[in-house]
């Protein structure tokens, strides 16, 4: 699914026009990355969190000459789905019954 697929549902479910529903849609998403961009964390409850997690400077390969290199340490988006959401997607399992 594509942004313009994700409006075209939104509109639907929300019963509002397509033109209000891409509005509504592009602010949250640039208010979510202005948020993370500047280090606050975004979470929507039983959807997931959105934060900026840092990584740590490490050593690396090229891929093509097999030489090393210092790869830097940087800043990174990261998602962690929510409990509701992770359980829609793959359901927990039920235990297997014990033969006797």
């Known amino acids: 699914m594509n942004k313009g697929e994700l409006v075209d549902a939104v509109s639907e479910k929300a019963s509002v026009t397509k033109k209000q ?10 208010t979510i990355v202005e948020a993370v961009s500047s280090g606050d964390k975004v979470t ?5 969190s959105f934060e900026s997690r840092e990584r740590k ?3 690396g390969r090229n ?21 509701l959401f992770r359980e ?5 399992k039920e235990p297997k019954e014990v033969k006797e």
């Open 21 to 30: 529903a891409d509005a509504v849609l592009t602010a949250a998403l640039e």
């Open 44 to 48: 929507l409850v039983g959807f997931g």
């Open 57 to 59: 400077a490490r050593e």
């Open 88 to 92: 829609k997607v793959a359901p927990p």
């Open 63 to 83: 891929p093509k000459t097999n030489e090393k290199m210092e790869i830097p340490a940087t800043r990174v988006p990261a998602f962690s789905a929510g409990k």
